[in-house]
């Protein structure tokens, strides 16, 4: 069974920082793409980047938004992806969802979801 | 960015009755490859988003057939028929065609 659990969430004051972590399990890790998707409260979603699988080198995409404060890394030996996010502002608040991307010849949409954590920045 | 526009806002429904939901791209979502990367997601109330539809039209692992997806180029179509109370929540378009991925506002599909 495909899992994705994230975990790290919590308050954190302006400008501080917070690491999530995305533990997978049921597939190949290193096989897939793996995005990040963010919901503030009661809003729509939002893509906050991607972590390409091995073949492509794990290169990484982020929006705007995030770009220069935010940073994915992977660790294979614990099927584990990490979003470091540094300089958090109020507008970060939000659900962190991450996301398997299935992106083969032909196939490319996002089919597991993680169930989310939350991050809520305030004083 | 592609602006992903949904329609209507919100959408109540008689159960056993049909929804509609459409969803307008600001450019065309046809790939290099020339296919279209443009999907439908469901969230119930309290859930995590839930993958319905892929390449427009294509119904995702154990997705009853009662959705249905359509359309081209700029313009889509979620349809559910016989609409039942499992089907509340709100209904995302999405493409990632273009980076960066953007999605549409949302639609409330809610029992009359």
């Known amino acids: 069974e495909v899992q994705l659990v994230e975990s790290g969430g919590g308050l954190v004051l302006p400008g501080g920082s917070l690491r999530l972590s995305c533990a997978v399990s049921?597939?190949?890790?290193?096989?897939?793409?793996i995005d990040w998707v963010r919901q503030a409260p009661g809003k729509g979603l939002e893509w906050v980047g991607r972590s390409r699988n091995k073949a492509k080198r794990y290169t990484t995409e982020y929006a705007a938004s995030v770009e220069g404060r935010f940073t994915m890394s992977r660790d294979d030996s614990k099927n584990s992806l990490y979003l470091q996010m540094n300089s958090l502002q109020s507008e970060d608040t939000a659900v962190y969802y991450c996301v398997r991307v299935l992106a083969v010849t032909g196939l490319y949409y996002f089919d597991y979801w993680g169930q989310g954590t939350l991050v809520t920045v305030s004083s | 960015d592609i602006v992903m526009t949904q329609t209507p806002l919100s959408s109540p429904v008689t159960l056993g009755q049909s929804a509609s939901i459409s969803c307008r791209s600001s450019q065309s979502l046809v790939y290099s490859d020339g296919d279209t990367y443009l999907s439908w997601l469901q969230q119930r109330p309290g859930q995590p988003p839930r993958l319905l539809i892929y390449k427009i039209s294509n119904r995702f692992s154990g997705v009853p057939d009662r959705f249905s997806g359509s359309g081209a180029g700029t313009d889509f179509t979620l349809k559910i028929s016989r609409v039942e109370a499992e089907d509340v929540g709100v209904y995302y378009c999405?493409?990632?065609?273009?980076?960066?991925?953007?999605f549409g506002g949302g639609t409330k599909v809610e029992i009359k």
């Open positions: 999405m493409q990632n065609t273009q980076f960066p991925v953007t």
């Open positions: 049921g597939f190949t890790f290193n096989d897939h793409y």
